[in-house]
């Protein structure tokens, strides 16, 4: 039948060689799993563990979890001690949060702690305020609030620019209320992106054909394109 193909099939996955291609493997199988499918997905979590790779055994613990029915406590546990015994921060915060969002009111809520405290430890500006953000996609809404405030601030200590831009316009784009000012901070962070490049681009180049403008027209069009394409979030 149907459930004995697709264990099969994830069975076949999980002898991949590769470890990429039997990430990739997994994941689409996963898919096919049926929500009361405990076995299958016992199957699945017990692929998580034969993955060396942190970041991709993160992905396809998050693809198992959003799998399991909330009253599946036995493997929601599971997939907690996964979660837990991931090392990178940035990584855990995600695994943490996917499981907390399938768990109970009283222990999603110590989840969730564990997830923000793996998220506000983690050492790189841009991977900390991209971690909080990711736990902030599966807080309750007022909670998810206070965090996406952090994701901000996180955002405006980035030196990179470019993703100053990213963060601040995703921030934008989920705090409504604080879209103008968030935007125009994000704006200016683009214009100076935007500028440095066309300084650049112009700086070889030092003559000029009669008739032609001196290069700020293409430095002001470039100004709006930075922000044009960050603001394009779905």
Not at 11 to 32: M, P
Not at 97 to 121: I, K
Not at 142 to 171: F, H, M, N, Y
């Amino acid at each position: 039948d149907a459930l004995d193909l697709i264990g099969a099939v994830l069975a076949a996955a999980r002898n991949t060689q590769n470890e990429g291609a039997r990430v990739t493997a997994l994941n689409l199988v996963i898919d096919l799993i049926p929500v009361d499918a405990l076995d299958l997905l016992g199957a699945a979590l017990a692929a998580v563990r034969e993955i060396k790779g942190e970041r991709p055994r993160a992905q396809v613990l998050g693809a198992v979890t959003a799998r399991l029915p909330t009253n599946s406590s036995g493997r929601l546990h599971e997939a907690l001690a996964l979660a837990r015994a991931i090392c990178d921060d940035e990584t855990r915060a995600s695994a943490l949060s996917a499981v907390a969002a399938r768990l109970v009111s009283d222990e999603a809520r110590t989840v969730f702690d564990e997830a923000l405290a793996a998220a506000r430890a983690t050492r790189d500006e841009v991977a900390r305020a991209r971690a909080l953000s990711i736990v902030a996609k599966r807080l309750p809404v007022v909670e998810a609030k206070a965090v996406l405030g952090e994701v901000a601030e996180a955002a405006r200590a980035i030196p990179d620019k470019d993703a100053r831009v990213q963060l601040l316009c995703e921030v934008a784009r989920r705090l409504p209320d604080q879209a103008p000012d968030l935007l125009a901070e994000g704006a200016l962070a683009a214009a100076v992106i935007a500028g440095d490049a066309a300084r650049v681009g112009r700086e070889p180049h030092h003559h000029q054909e009669e008739g032609d403008d001196d290069g700020d027209g293409d430095a002001d069009r470039a100004i709006d394109l930075p922000l044009a394409e960050h603001l394009d979030i779905q």
